[in-house]
């Protein structure tokens, strides 16, 4: 059974940073792209962040990109999402997901929430 655990969640001043992280303990983590998505209360899950397998490619929703960055490190089975300049539009609970190519693997962590308030 595949475990996405996300941590790094909490309240920050707008303005703040906060780094979010997914620990895949116990699978072949390098063979998935990991995605960060997010989902806030009345609105649709939205892609975020998305880094591929080997982290050579990411790719960045409209609304964070030049604020957040996607890495993740594969020695350590671990992505992780860097926010700066946070605003409190960006409150939700944010979400990691795994995606095997050419398979039709797909995991989703338990969520993390981000609140962003003064």
């Known amino acids: 059974q595949v475990q996405l655990v996300e941590s790094g969640g909490g309240l920050v001043q707008p303005g703040g940073s906060l780094r979010l992280s997914c620990a895949a303990p116990g699978f072949t983590f390098n063979r998935y792209a990991m995605s960060w998505y997010r989902q806030a209360p009345g609105k649709e899950r939205e892609l975020v962040a998305a880094?591929?397998?080997?982290?050579?490619?990411?790719k960045y929703g409209d609304s964070v990109k030049g604020r957040f960055t996607v890495s993740r490190d594969n020695a350590k089975n671990t992505v992780y999402l860097q926010m700066n300049s946070l605003k409190p539009e960006d409150t939700a609970v944010y979400y990691c997901?795994?995606?095997?190519?050419?398979?039709?693997?797909?995991?989703w962590g338990q969520g993390t929430q981000v609140t962003v308030s003064s």
């Open positions: 880094i591929t397998s080997a982290g050579g490619k990411t």
């Open positions: 997901n795994a995606v095997q190519a050419g398979t039709f693997e797909n995991y």
